[in-house]
């Protein structure tokens, strides 16, 4: 095979841009390939705004993105919940500024124009310039199709897109697995942490299921472990995999024995955690709890990656915003047990942050290799960025093609996906 791409000849076709095993550089730097999958990609199909915990009440509203466009995610008083883009009907002005909160109401800050929990336009100043003719029930905030699935809340401009659990498919037993790690109560989201990176968002898209980088990247996070943690965490030689399961989405398994953290509860509470099994017994916990809560603060063996905007990560959920062809915005969401004990609660924070958070030992050295990435690919377009890692082993997995977790499994899923919607 050719090692170059001709590049005087490549347009923005997407057959041309996607090849077995490699894609062009163009894709991380056309602003024009850009702006185009902000319209066949973001417009097209669900995209994640937001999990149920976050709105948890009447009222409850916060800020969230599809593509680049600002929406406002709200619980109303019949508590169902709405995703509305954040824009008056009148003269294009936002009507919500705070980035969370609770409130009875939204109003334009310009001409007062005032609208419901539900979008709906309730009031205006001075209708009688209006004419008989002006019909409110018209002029509302403008409403995304939206749907829920196990806590998670994706909306969509595509109205005639297939159902929620249709696109996300196979994917959904990864989600429900992925919950179980509210320990018998339900996930919470306890805060987040935002950066933006001079990256195309496909790069970060990527990273999620890529555990060929994890020994080189985070080689200062394994030297930071106690043995048996990083014993857990040196996962390239054992049973994990990584799986296509269809629509773009895909599964990567480091810890097998982790991935339904309500198996084998009898077996050895890791050194690490044996304080906090102590402290919840002495809170009154019987032993099955304890060993239940406890499996599940250090998170799920798998990270799940949802297209095209939200991954399940072990222990949080990322969210990437396009912003610009090369700049990406970042969400790392800590999760935690709503109603659960305050010390796993705790625990599940200082986890967080010794890995995700801003000081911690993962989320610094990933965006630097995803700025290294942004910068590079400005030289040398006509080479190609290879995605071929265990093409010619791949098997046939439950549902998809299946790879060694170390293989570059997930990021053809993801592809071939991104392909399809920018032939449509």
Known sequence: MNQLIDVKNITLDPDRLVETGRVASTIYTSPELFEKEQEKIFRETWVWVAHESEVPDKGAFKLSTVGREQVIVVRDRKNNIHV???RCRHRGATVCEIEKGKTSSFQCPYHGWGYGLDGSLRAIPHPEQYGEEFDKTQLGLFTLRTESYNGMVFATFNDDIEPLEEFLGAAKKWIDLFMKQGGGFPVKTL??????????????????????????????????????????????????????????????????????LEEDLDRKIPERFEALADELRNEGYPDDQVRRIVRAV??????????????????????????????????????????????????????????QGPMGFGSPDDAEVWERIQRGVEGGTELPILVDRGIEKEAQGEVGPRGHVSDETGMRAAY????????E
Request: hydrophobic share 45%.
């Open 416 to 423: 071939a996906m991104w392909k399809r919607m920018m032939q």
């Open 298 to 355: 250090g998170g799920s063996g798998f990270n799940l990656n949802l297209f095209p905007n939200v991954a399940c990560s072990m222990a949080f959920f990322r969210v990437l915003t396009p912003v610009a062809v090369d700049k990406t915005a970042i969400r790392h969401i800590a999760l935690g047990m709503d109603g659960g004990p305050a010390a796993a609660n705790r625990i599940r924070l200082r986890l967080h942050e010794h890995f």
């Open 84 to 86: 509305m883009l954040n």
């Open 191 to 260: 805060g987040e942490h935002q950066f933006s990176v001079p990256m195309n968002w496909k790069v970060q898209l990527e990273n999620t299921t890529d555990a060929y980088h994890f020994p080189i990247v985070h080689k200062s996070f394994l030297q930071s472990l106690d043995e048996e943690a990083e014993e857990t965490f040196t996962f390239l030689d054992g049973e994990g995999f990584v799986e296509d399961l269809g629509n773009g989405h895909s599964v990567m398994v480091m810890i097998p024995e982790l991935v339904d």
